[in-house]
């Protein structure tokens, strides 16, 4: 897996045409389409639902990369997989340790990628035994919660521990504070797939910053 793969956070979009900007960055290069969906409970802050995802969804036919930063996100998964994701990614924090594997299996379920992710206070060693049983793994190198935080390196090094571990085929993605600098600290340390917002969406040439990425 050369080809780094560049998903877009919608949390950046303008909201009032967010189907003609999920149209336009794929336009531009995108690979994926990530969308980020708080409750308001796990993070500070209330995005978007499944209503949502469903109607942008007929606006490009991309890979749409869902992030659930959500309590219970087993309630959610067939929702959001019925409204067209094709990755579904919760967080390891959000559900008990017996769960993870069933969860995996549940979103796999559907014809969905399965993903965990971690937040920054994390260790990366806390999901070593997990991996083998999702497609993705999502460290953060940001507080979940908020767009246009600093990226934080100390979190960008667990990727250098996942990378020993992971196996072929599985995507290894960062978001938080991602730019074209810390996109290279990023794959560097074994990252495969960067997601960035501001950095894409507040960009005069939203085609440049995706290639500036790879």
């Avoid at 967010?18 to 308001?40: P, Q, S, T």
């Avoid at 949502?52 to 890979?63: E, G, L, M, N, P």
């Avoid at 600098?181 to 495969?192: H, L, M």
């Amino acid at each position: 897996m050369s080809r780094i793969v560049v998903s877009p956070s919608i949390l950046s979009a303008d909201f009032a045409n967010l189907g003609r900007d999920v149209k336009y960055v794929a336009e531009c290069g995108a690979d994926w389409i990530h969308i980020d969906v708080m409750d308001g409970h796990f993070v500070p802050n209330i995005t978007i639902g499944a209503p949502v995802v469903k109607a942008i969804r007929t606006s490009t036919d991309k890979v749409f990369d869902v992030h659930l930063m959500i309590e219970n996100p087993r309630k959610y998964i067939k929702d959001f997989a019925d409204a067209g994701a094709d990755i579904i990614t919760f967080h390891y924090e959000a559900v008990d340790n017996s769960e993870i594997v069933d969860l995996a299996q549940y979103i796999k379920s559907f014809g969905v990628k399965a993903g965990i992710s971690i937040k920054p206070k994390t260790s990366p060693e806390e999901i070593l035994e997990y991996i083998k049983y999702f497609d993705l793994v999502l460290v953060m190198t940001v507080e979940p919660g908020f767009g246009g935080q600093k990226f934080m390196e100390d979190c960008a090094e667990k990727l250098k521990v996942l990378k020993t571990y992971a196996q072929d085929g599985l995507y290894l993605q960062v978001d938080g504070g991602i730019n074209a600098d810390t996109a290279r600290v990023c794959t560097s340390y074994g990252a495969n797939s960067l997601v960035a917002g501001n950095y894409i969406f507040k960009s005069e040439n939203i085609s440049e910053a995706i290639k500036s990425l790879r």
